[in-house]
């Protein structure tokens, strides 16, 4: 095992080497323009995207509103197992997503869509309807990027082998971190705290 935990540790070191830093940049300025239109964020994926998203959701809301640095309005539309199922039971899986932001999203919303393969039938319709409404769609992607590559405004994209899950959901949390520490580094007297709420 020791010589696969190399293997993954090097590969991992590589990706965290090649981040894209002005995908990251633009990322902060789409999240600062919903300050500036009193607007929101909305965030999706599924399964361990469904985590990024909710830890996103977490870190970008009441992270940052309770040391007083930023104030986003933000929602993770993976978290309301209620939700969720009953629109998944009644209407198809494929609208869990779509049904919560449609008649709701705006031009000046974003939305954060998290999928390693970019190809997730229930992220790409609510990119869909999100991008006709005029919002800013922030992809988080791997693999190959697949159609939500294609469709985001501002890509985040961890380009590996096909299937490298753990790889690409680290480097999604990672970005999470980043910006969370960024602000975070903004305030002085909270600039070497890097706990998570």
């Known amino acids: 095992m020791q010589d696969f935990i190399h293997k993954y540790v090097n590969d991992l070191k590589l990706i965290l080497d090649n981040l894209d830093a ?8 789409a999240l600062e323009s919903t300050i500036q239109n009193n ?3 909305y965030i999706l994926g599924n399964g361990g995207s469904a985590a990024t998203a909710s830890h996103m959701a977490n870190d970008l809301s009441v992270g940052l509103k309770l040391r007083e640095i ?5 929602e993770s539309l993976s ?10 039971n009644d209407i198809g899986y494929e609208n869990i997503f779509y049904a919560q932001i449609k008649n709701k999203i705006t031009k000046d919303d974003v939305l954060i869509a998290i999928s390693c393969s970019g190809n997730s039938a229930n992220i790409l319709k609510a990119v869909e309807y999100a991008k006709k409404q005029g919002s800013t769609i ?6 190959g990027g697949g159609s939500l590559k294609e469709l985001s ?12 899950y753990g790889l690409v959901e680290d480097a999604h949390m990672i970005l999470d971190h980043i910006i969370y520490s960024y602000y975070i580094s903004l305030k ?8 998570m709420v």
């Open 22 to 29: 002005r995908a990251i940049v633009d990322i902060k300025d």
């Open 39 to 41: 607007s929101k964020i």
């Open 70 to 74: 930023r104030n986003f309005d933000v």
């Open 79 to 88: 978290d309301n197992s209620s939700v969720c199922t009953a629109i998944a």
């Open 138 to 143: 922030i992809g988080m992607t791997g693999f």
């Open 153 to 164: 405004d501002i890509n985040f994209h961890i380009n590996t082998a096909k299937g490298e």
């Open 188 to 195: 002085p007297e909270t600039k070497s705290n890097y706990t």
